[in-house]
């Protein structure tokens, strides 16, 4: 590869493992974490309330009316909030993927993206082949064998008891580069996937997987096409190449629902020699033009950014000793995104998305350095997505655009951009850097704002006070100088009350906290 996107199945696969070199005292803690992985998720499958609402209880996923988000059938709007589980269904035992689900329930997440084969065949965690007899499925299921598939419907149901959507990426974009499948092939794959999981409430298609779509083309649209001709209840995208938006190809398909892009990991000015560069030179980490660029495509389609830089990556992927993206850089891409118009949002992390564990080398950074994907679950980034997903569930929903006018003046470049979106009656303004803010208060209706301040980091409220409706600055001041203290102004016409003065922060969207059903 002469790109910078991390490939799973690459040369660092399950086939290539290699045991990392630790000390007595770390593999006795591997061993003794383990085992509070297996206690936790039988103690979790017991207490996981079976009466809480699901997402897909309020009807199928579809796109809005206005073609920028999804929602459900009955209207109620859905914000994808992702994590990057690639090497979920090879690497994960079922305790393992229980607790991983379990934890991704109480961050907030309501999808997992996962590689579906990650090689041809996959094995999985206990030896199994995805395939036994080429892309003839016929007698994949064997009497008395637990077998990749029943481990993968495992964790479909594991993720539908946490209110999880499984973003499927059914065959990763090296494979099919490599002439690993044909057409034939990718029809019958896709019939099998589509009668197997289609009844499956939770599923989300993800055709491609960091490639271009124009590389076998044909294989795309045979797999999107046979999955689609079985199954029309699930909606479907396309997973790019980085610095890429499936809308380049896939605009017209009658198969794609709506785009994603792939922003990538790589830093301003880090163009590592490409030739063929689809974006102009130093706006790497510009995330928040793909919204603009996949929008100027017609039909307009929701979409959102399905690979930013990953927390505790190097920076560029494949340098070990580049500095890592922290949490400040993970939230900084998730609001550019959203607030440029994207319908959500996927955060990945390094140890997570390869499910990185004693037994196995890391695909990125340095063998026996990294930490392993259950350690990385207390990251910061990771728990601090919810934040987002809350504020955006807690105001009226489809009316929202983004809108830079909002910003008066000058508005600055790289980490000192603010970026800004509205509905009628409010605004939000993220701020990266904590530079002066000159926001027109005009742009939503009443005669006076209530305007508090969010912290990106915590989800704290602070209300500011109240302000006549014209041009206001503000100054939010960094308690913590040298360091990162991004965050959201909000104003909202005074006469609304979906914030208190007193709130102290957003109400949690997630399953977390329900009342546990004891008839269960």
Same mark, same amino acid.
Request: include cysteine.
């Given at each position: 590869?002469? =790109?910078?996107?991390?490939? !799973? ?7 290539? &493992? ?28 017991? @207490? ?19 073609? &920028? ?24 035992? &079922? @305790? #393992? ?102 009844? +499956? ?15 076998? !083309?044909?294989?795309? $649209? ?5 999955? *689609? ?41 880090? /163009? ?33 950014? +399905?690979?930013?830089?990953? $927390? =505790? ?10 500095? *890592? ?18 319908? %959500?949002?996927?955060? %990945? ?17 340095? =063998? ?11 990251? !910061? ?40 979106? /509205? ?18 208060? /005009? ?22 006070? #109240?302000?006549? @409706? ?38 949690? /969207?997630?399953?977390?906290? &329900? ?6």
């Amino acid at each position: 590869q002469d =790109d910078d996107e991390e490939d !799973p199945q690459g040369p660092n696969a399950d086939a290539h &493992r290699k045991v990392n070199q630790r000390s007595k005292n770390n593999i006795k803690e591997d061993i003794a974490m383990k085992k509070i992985i297996s206690i936790f998720a039988l103690l979790c499958c017991l @207490s996981l309330t079976a009466g809480a609402q699901k997402p897909w209880d309020n009807g199928r996923l579809q796109v809005s009316a206005n073609h &920028r988000y999804l929602q459900f059938a009955n209207g109620q709007p859905f914000f994808w909030l992702g994590d990057t589980g690639w090497l979920l269904p090879e690497r994960l035992d &079922r @305790s #393992e993927a229980q607790y991983y689900l379990q934890a991704c329930r109480r961050a907030g997440y309501n999808v997992v993206q996962v590689q579906t084969m990650n090689g041809v065949p996959s094995y999985n965690i206990y030896g199994q082949p995805s395939l036994i007899d080429g892309w003839n499925f016929s007698d994949i299921d064997r009497k008395g064998v637990y077998g990749y598939w029943d481990h993968l419907d495992y964790i479909v149901r594991t993720a539908e008891q946490n209110g999880i959507y499984i973003a499927m990426v059914p065959i990763w974009g090296t494979l099919v580069k490599e002439g690993k499948i044909d057409v034939a092939g990718a029809k019958a794959y896709g019939r099998f996937l589509g009668n197997r999981y289609k009844n +499956s409430p939770n599923i989300v298609w993800m055709i491609g997987g960091d490639i271009q779509g124009d590389i076998r !083309p044909e294989i795309w $649209e045979a797999l999107a096409t046979s999955i *689609r001709s079985v199954d029309d209840r699930h909606v479907m995208t396309y997973h790019p190449r980085g610095r890429y938006t499936s809308a380049k190809w896939w605009s017209k398909a009658s198969w794609i629902d709506f785009h994603t892009f792939q922003s990538g990991h790589r830093k301003y000015g880090q /163009r590592m020699g490409n030739a063929d560069y689809p974006i102009p030179d130093s706006t790497e980490e510009d995330n928040w033009m793909y919204v603009d660029s996949t929008w100027a495509y017609r039909p307009l389609k929701p979409v959102l950014d +399905s690979e930013p830089s990953y $927390e =505790d990556i190097p920076k560029g992927l494949h340098e070990p000793n580049e500095a *890592r993206w922290q949490a400040h850089d993970v939230r900084r891409y998730a609001y550019w995104s959203v607030f440029a118009g994207s319908c %959500g949002h996927t955060y %990945g992390h390094n140890a997570i998305m390869q499910m990185l564990k004693p037994g196995y080398a890391t695909g990125y950074g340095t =063998d026996g350095a990294e930490k392993y994907w259950y350690q990385a679950l207390n990251d !910061p980034g990771y728990n601090q997505m919810k934040h987002l997903k809350n504020l955006m569930l807690a105001l009226p929903y489809f009316d929202r655009v983004p809108d830079q006018s909002v910003i008066t003046g000058k508005n600055g470049t790289r980490y000192n951009r603010l970026i800004a979106t /509205r509905g009628n009656d409010y605004l939000l303004v993220y701020n990266y850097n904590s530079v002066p803010m000159k926001v027109d208060l /005009r742009k939503i209706s009443g005669n006076r704002k209530n305007v508090w301040w969010m912290d990106a980091a915590t989800g704290e409220l602070t209300f500011i006070g #109240e302000f006549d @409706s014209k041009p206001t600055t503000f100054n939010q001041q960094n308690p913590y100088p040298g360091q990162v203290c991004d965050g959201v102004l909000i104003a909202v016409d005074a006469t609304k009350n979906y914030i208190a003065k007193d709130q102290k922060a957003i109400a949690d /969207r997630s399953m977390t906290g &329900r009342k546990r059903d004891f008839n269960e």
